[in-house]
């Protein structure tokens, strides 16, 4: 079974500066990874899906990169909007859905 | 445009069963795949399984494993999902959300969430 551990679990920064979030899978999942943004009392939002792809209406800031099992969310030039808990998912092999713990992204 | 509405709060006592619906709109029902996934309070994201729609086949997490069944009702274009033998650590919220035409998709699409409290 797959496992993701995120790095780190807490991030905190300034308000216009770049955020890096890192995901690492326990075996390839291929580019079979998303990334979602989920805010206090709202379901998750999908930004990104396979490994690189944006996911609609997401704003140009965000973008990601990875393949195998290593795998990396940025925002460039953080927004208020953006302070959020980040998971990523791997949907390869089984189980079909398997999350990372997540990283805070929260204002310094 | 794709809605999953899910059905309201639920308080359970210890030991009892709880059912969550999901009704889909906006889209072809039996073409998506339904996913539900828990969330403890503070806590991550927990797969709990999948439900084919077309042909009502499952696949369910071991941790849920002979706890969770779900089942879908074409006619009305909404899955369940039934948990049963609650204990306090099942409280949290319960969210459907859409995959793709086979399980191994990720999700656009999000029911908002039902809270389940387990309490004695």
């Known amino acids: 079974e797959i496992v993701l551990t995120q790095s780190p679990a807490t991030l905190s920064v300034s308000p216009g500066e770049r955020a890096t979030l890192s995901c690492r899978a326990s075996?390839?999942?291929?580019?079979?990874l998303a990334w979602y943004q989920q805010k206090p009392g709202q379901a998750p939002r999908l930004l990104i899906y396979g490994a690189s792809n944006k996911a609609t209406d997401v704003p140009a800031r965000f973008s990601a990169s990875g393949s195998g099992t290593e795998f990396t969310l940025t925002i460039t030039s953080l927004q208020s909007d953006d302070f959020a808990v980040y998971y990523c998912?791997?949907?390869?092999?089984?189980?079909?859905?398997?999350f990372g713990q997540g990283t805070k992204v929260e204002i310094k | 445009q794709v809605q999953l509405v899910q059905s309201g709060a639920e308080v359970k006592m210890p030991g009892a069963s709880v059912r969550v619906s999901c009704k889909a709109s906006g889209y072809s029902f039996s073409d998506y795949y339904i996913h539900w996934v828990r969330q403890a309070p503070g806590q991550g994201l927990e797969w709990m399984g999948w439900?084919?729609?077309?042909?009502?086949?499952?696949d369910y997490a071991q941790n849920f494993q002979g706890r969770v069944t779900m089942t879908r009702d074409t006619s009305l274009s909404t899955t369940y999902m039934h948990l049963s033998r609650l204990a306090s650590d099942d409280t949290g919220l319960y969210y459907c959300?859409?995959?793709?035409?086979?399980?191994?998709?990720?999700?656009?699409?999000w029911g908002q969430g039902t809270l389940v409290t387990v309490s004695s």
């Open positions: 075996q390839s999942v291929s580019s079979d």
């Open positions: 998912q791997s949907y390869n092999n089984w189980p079909p859905w398997t």
């Open positions: 959300a859409r995959g793709g035409s086979s399980a191994w998709y990720p999700s656009e699409d």
């Open positions: 439900i084919n729609p077309d042909s009502g086949d499952t």
